[in-house]
């Protein structure tokens, strides 16, 4: 939908309109959203929105070893990818524009073929009895 609405916006506007747009529409949620969604909590449990309550709740997460573990966690995995996003284009420019015999574009034809080749031969795989490999919460995984 996105991208359809940011053509629309193009056609008939700037590109700066698609900004000003998302702040509007940003605007509405937000008023419609604090009208129509009322605090849960009892006015004796609420904690008041002020530094030092901001800091104490800053504090029992930065604390918390399973946190702090998933932190770590998070931060190496966003590492990689960010890593992997900004290498992949040299990469793939160097393994595909290179003469690596099957690996080259010149050759999609047989890679195309390939694929063709495995989605026709499924019928063998539907053949094999079909045991689960894994079950999660009653829901069964079968080959």
């Given at each position: ?5 940011g053509?629309?916006?193009?056609t008939y506007?700037?590109?700066h ?5 998302l702040?509007?529409?940003?605007s509405?949620?937000?008023?419609w ?8 909590l ?8 002020s530094?030092a309550?901001?800091?104490d709740?800053?504090k ?19 590492g990689v ?7 992949v284009q ?14 080259r ?27 689960p ?11």
């Amino acid at each position: 939908v996105a991208p359809s609405v940011g053509q629309l916006i193009i056609t008939y506007a700037e590109w700066h309109w698609i900004f000003i747009l998302l702040g509007i529409v940003a605007s509405i949620l937000f008023v419609w959203a604090l009208l129509r969604l009322k605090e849960s909590l009892p006015p004796d449990e609420r904690i008041p929105l002020s530094f030092a309550a901001v800091g104490d709740g800053f504090k029992t997460v930065l604390t918390n070893r399973i946190t702090c573990g998933y932190m770590i966690g998070l931060t190496m995995f966003t590492g990689v990818i960010s890593a992997y996003v900004i290498s992949v284009q040299q990469v793939f420019g160097e393994v595909y524009t290179r003469n690596f015999g099957r690996l080259r574009v010149g050759n999609w034809h047989r890679q195309t073929d390939f694929g063709v080749h495995i989605r026709k031969s499924n019928w063998i795989v539907h053949k094999i009895p079909k045991k689960p490999i894994a079950t999660l919460k009653g829901l069964e995984t079968r080959l």
